[in-house]
């Protein structure tokens, strides 16, 4: 057993970030690569100032070579949302994000349809009710202090970018107090593959309410142990999100 | 359902698996000593301002870990943790992980705008030892933004935490090993479980009382005998119907 230099450094151990830069499935594309880094900045979901990993474990991670990974980061130092550091300490890290970042957001979610839109709301309706519902009987103390802070957090956001982020981890502590691993990780995924839709949902100050007043009442369900009322009030978040997203884009992404 | 013994066998049963179950953590709460002597030798006032442990304390603390993560079966991670008892959202982390037959450094992300966050100062293995001041073993957890899996995690605070720093060195354990193991120390006690200070069931010889489970909610159990076990917070009880 050894330890390796700094080189090796582990900055792709947190499932976020595996997913962020999970293996393209159409190998070899600067862009592609350049695009998922971009979105990823421009939701907040890379902050300013944050490491990427070194560019041999980002290529191997994306599965493509360093000189196509090297052409995605060029791409992005020139649009200004990267630096890189060279030298002893260095590395390549955010700048910052885009200047509209409900632009970046349109520009994700105009591919969906209709039925991506109930699909993604299908599978997160499961997985947070399915959550809430274990949290129920197995949450911890901790794990009702983090989820009351998960609640705060979405009440006070003063923005779509910090309520989005703070829904997002409000799900993922409800997966962490059902105790599965497997849960929390479908959560995590989940979370980032539905972040454009909920940074535009969440520009709308009411909906924040409505979904942050729900969470409020599925904690305490969690915390008395009410199972069936834990996974109601997930299932209603959920739906609350989801027929929001529907008006939205049935006004082509364009009201706020 | 019960066991093949008899209440009097089920009790020594249950003091052997007691023995047995503060022995497998055993080793590692000394690697975790060790590593407090070193974390108290460390410039945790400066480091805890600027986020930054200096390399020379790094190398130190390293050795400790390393060594902790080789010799300690049941170890797949090691390190420290401080923060101003001022400024409780300032802090440095230092870790080192398993990987493969490597351990290297884990680089947590510590920038609150990141989806990927470790909030390490309101985390349960940083906050229940400190509120404790002694050895803790945290019951299986999912450890969010930090392994991402389910975790049991032995910490103890360091000596430093008198200074106006809190100190935690800690390290987290393979949970499914040490839950396999544990068990099996309990099948001879049968039926019987091994709870937090919460009661909640860490581990469990009835099929109905999984990992996690307040025991409470499990209504066709009562418990029957219980041993405390001080070192670590948590309990054996033996069930019955």
Known sequence: ?256 | MTGPLGPLARRRALEDAASSIVALTAPVFEHLHQMADTANRLRLREATATGVLPPPDVELLERAAVAAIRDGKLITGAGMAAVSEQQVNVGVINWWILRGFDVVPKRHVLNPRSDSYYDFSHSRWFQVPAERGRPTLIAPYVDSWGTDDLTITAAIPSPNSGAGITTIVAADLDARAYLQEVEELLWPARPAALIDAEDRAVASTVAEIETGVRLTSADNWAVEDRIDLVDLGWSLVLLTR
């Open chain 1, 1 to 256: 057993m050894n330890t390796r230099p700094e080189r090796s450094l582990d900055l792709l151990s947190t499932f976020t970030r595996r997913v962020l830069f999970a293996p393209l499935a159409d190998q070899g594309r600067a862009g592609a690569v350049a695009e998922r880094l971009r979105t990823a900045i421009s939701l907040g979901i890379l902050a300013e100032n944050e490491l990427l990993p070194s560019e041999t474990d980002l290529a191997a991670q994306f599965n493509i070579s360093p000189v196509t990974l090297r052409d995605a980061l060029t791409e992005l130092r020139a649009a200004g949302l990267v630096t890189t550091r060279r030298g002893r300490g260095g590395g390549t890290v955010v700048s910052g994000p885009l200047p509209d970042q409900r632009r970046a957001s349109i520009e994700e979610v105009s591919s969906l349809s209709s039925v991506d839109l109930r699909d993604l709301a299908d599978w997160r309706r499961t997985i947070g009710a399915e959550s809430a519902r274990l949290a129920a009987r197995r949450a911890s103390e901790r794990d009702f202090t983090l989820l009351d802070r998960g609640v705060e957090n979405l009440e006070n956001a003063s923005d779509a970018v910090d309520a989005r982020r703070a829904d997002s981890r409000y799900y993922i502590e409800l997966a962490a107090a059902s105790q599965s691993a497997r849960l929390s990780r479908a959560s995590i995924r989940l979370q980032v593959e539905y972040a454009s839709v909920l940074t535009l949902v969440y520009a709308h100050e009411t909906t924040r309410k409505s979904v942050s007043s729900l969470l409020r009442t599925l904690t305490l369900a969690v915390r008395e142990a009410r199972v069936d009322e834990a996974g109601r009030c997930a299932a209603q978040a959920v739906d609350v999100v989801a027929a929001r997203a529907a008006t939205l884009r049935g006004h082509g992404w364009e009201i706020s």
